[in-house]
Structure formats: C-alpha cells, structure tokens
C-alpha cells in the first residue's frame, strides 16, 4: 500500500484512511509513504518509535508535530517493522522500484526503469539532498560533463518505433 505526497502536511486525516493503513501493516502488508505521505502514516500511527524520512524541507516540521517518529534527516528511503518511507519524489521512485524488485525481481523493475528512463536502483542509504542543499561550485578547470547518448541504436529500449 502507497501513501502519496499530501499537499497539506497538517490536515487531519480521515478515520477510515487512518484505520485502512493500520489493518493493512497489522494484515503484514508492506506501507509505504512517499515525501509527505509521512504525515499521513505518522498520523496513523504506524511511525510512532519507527525510522522515517520525508523531504528534507519537511523534517522539521515532522519532528515538531510527531515527536514519537525518529525521524531520519539524510537517506533517500527507510524501512523499520514494514513501514517504507521516501525523502521526495525521486527516492520514491527508487523506493517503488526497490519495492518491485523484492516482489517480483531485478527484471521487472529494470523494465519499468527503462520505461521511465530513470536507474533502476539506489542505495537506500545515499544521503538525499538534505545533507547537501547545494552542489558544489564547479573548478573553472573542471572537465565538462559528457553528451548523454541513447542506449543502443538510439531507439529506446520497449517502446515501439513511432
């Protein structure tokens, strides 16, 4: 069960949504939340003692409203006792394809990678960008970045010739 992005971080949730969750990760499905979705799982109360991760922008304000969550201010996606977290947008697309791979393998979710033109895995542990808000500044020295090029014979991989 995924959680997305809410756009009020503070609105109450409803009793059955509330309810739906914890039956679901009581019934031992996995739980996940993505970005903001945090909030709503912590309301819920399935984060309460867990480790989790928002967006960086979020961190505060889900320590200040939900002080019984550990919350993790650096990694891209956590799990702690079934219940998934991501730090954005992107990390929740890794979590998904994290997420796919443990259930029906490496191909599946390399498949719908391609398809999305993303990577098909992250290191759940790489630090989002809460660690660095802002890249470096590059060395004027610095060698420039190199073309990206398509994969193959420039189609892409599954998708029909148009």
Do not use: K
Not at 44 to 60: E, F, I
Not at 92 to 118: F, K, N, P, Q
Not at 143 to 151: A, D, E, L, S, V
Request: charged share 15%; with cysteine; net charge neutral.
């Amino acid at each position: 069960m995924v959680v997305p992005g809410v756009e009020d971080h503070l609105a109450p949730v409803p009793p059955p949504v509330r309810d739906a969750l914890r039956d679901a990760h009581d019934a031992g499905i996995p739980v996940a939340a993505l970005c903001g979705g945090a909030f709503v799982l912590a309301q819920a109360g399935l984060l309460d003692g867990r480790r989790a991760v928002t967006h960086w922008n979020l961190t505060t304000l889900l320590s200040a409203t939900h002080p019984a969550v550990d919350v993790v201010p650096d990694a891209l996606f956590v799990e702690d006792g079934g219940v998934w977290t991501a730090a954005g947008v992107a990390a929740g697309i890794d979590l998904c394809l994290h997420l796919v791979r443990t259930v029906h393998g490496a191909e599946a979710a390399s498949t719908i990678a391609r398809a999305m033109v993303t990577a098909p895995s992250a290191p759940a542990h790489r630090h989002s960008s809460s660690s660095t808000r802002h890249p470096p500044p590059r060395s004027p020295n610095a060698t420039p970045p190199t073309r990206w090029r398509p994969y193959g014979n420039g189609r892409s991989a599954g998708w029909p010739n148009r």
